[in-house]
């Protein structure tokens, strides 16, 4: 009877002991999912279920903010969902701030991101509606305030490609396709300087071989010796007309909305990455070239500052215009080719 009593007493110590065990990790799996935590609950607003479903989590830079559920199909064909969020991330409610439905095409499995805007909003209410992005008013949202993407790199991907999409859409505000435009008259400007840089280059030759025509010595008369000097000079012209030729190609080709988007996101990169980048490296080419001749100029005396200055307003020409090819967005669009640095020439002595 001593064994069997002790016997009981062992087996209701290990019973209790796994209970406590399973109960307290049942408490710690809801306390770490918040299960007690206050939850503020707001309107979300998406153009379809597809990858919907009870409990979605809506994540915030990797955290888990809130989740959604009870998901409706209304009257004017939208889908709606109550959106509730935990507590402590109520300052990120502001009106500045859209839904992107991102799902994983491996697992397939579709998380809720929420995206913010860079600047500060102003404080929703419970209750507010907050639109996913594939709704028109988070479009609207999207642009208004610059909401940038924050996910993977495939979520990215397709967030960027989304985005111009509905830049080209006629359906969207007056605005709608205002940074291709943008882009555009880039381009354009681009090209006129180019065209400007060329003119002063040509109205140099002329300066110089006028010069060389109405003296047979002095300065002109050294320069007279160095025939090499003026075909280098032709030369450089020469590279300069082809890259305005090359840039005119590129705004045609990109004049034709039917193909945009795929040439923005061509990964062989022929009908425009390419070509822009062949523009550089032309313009990269013109840099040691004048640069040899404001060297020998400076080497001369100070009759010919009159040249000096018109090379340096061409130098200048081409300082603006490798800012404006640096800054375009078409050319920065997932490629490096923007972050190439070009080298400058050497700043001439004063």
Avoid: W
Avoid at 65 to 80: P, S, T
Avoid at 271 to 286: G, I, M, R, T
């Amino acid at each position: 009877m001593s064994k069997l009593k002790y016997t009981k007493i062992f087996v209701t110590v290990f019973i209790a002991v796994a209970v406590i065990a399973v109960a307290g990790l049942t408490l710690s799996i809801l306390i770490s999912e918040k299960v007690f935590s206050t939850k503020l609950k707001y309107k979300a607003k998406f153009s379809d279920a597809t990858g919907l479903k009870g409990n979605v989590p809506v994540i915030y830079k990797g955290f888990k903010i809130g989740y959604i559920n009870d998901i409706e199909l209304a009257a004017d064909n939208n889908v709606y969902a109550d959106l509730l969020i935990y507590e402590e991330y109520e300052k990120l409610m502001n009106d500045n701030c859209i839904l992107y439905k991102s799902t994983n095409p491996i697992t397939s499995v579709t998380n809720i991101l929420f995206l913010t805007g860079t600047r500060k909003g102003n404080v929703l209410k419970q209750g507010a509606l907050i639109p996913g992005f594939d709704t028109y008013e988070g479009k609207v949202l999207q642009r208004q305030h610059s909401i940038p993407f924050q996910g993977d790199a495939i979520g990215s991907l397709m967030f960027k490609v989304e985005s111009i999409l509905d830049e080209l859409s006629p359906q969207m505000s007056d605005s709608a396709g205002a940074s291709i435009m943008d882009s555009f008259a880039a381009l354009d400007t681009t090209f006129k300087r180019i065209n400007s840089i060329v003119t002063n280059v040509d109205e140099t030759m002329v300066m110089v071989k006028d010069g060389l025509k109405s003296s047979k010595g002095g300065v002109f008369g050294g320069l007279a010796k160095v025939d090499d000097l003026m075909t280098e000079l032709t030369a450089t012209t020469k590279n300069a007309r082809t890259l305005m030729v090359t840039i005119d190609e590129t705004l045609v080709n990109y004049k034709k909305p039917d193909s945009l988007a795929i040439k923005m996101i061509d990964p062989t990169g022929e009908n425009f990455l390419k070509p822009v980048q062949k523009s550089l490296a032309s313009v990269n080419e013109l840099l040691p070239e004048i640069n040899r001749l404001l060297v020998y100029t400076n080497d001369q005396t100070t009759n010919i500052s009159l040249i000096q200055e018109k090379i340096k307003k061409v130098l200048d020409d081409f300082e603006v215009t490798l800012e404006i090819l640096n800054r375009n967005p078409l050319i920065n669009f997932n490629t490096d080719v923007g972050k190439k640095k070009v080298e400058q020439g050497k700043k001439r002595p004063r």
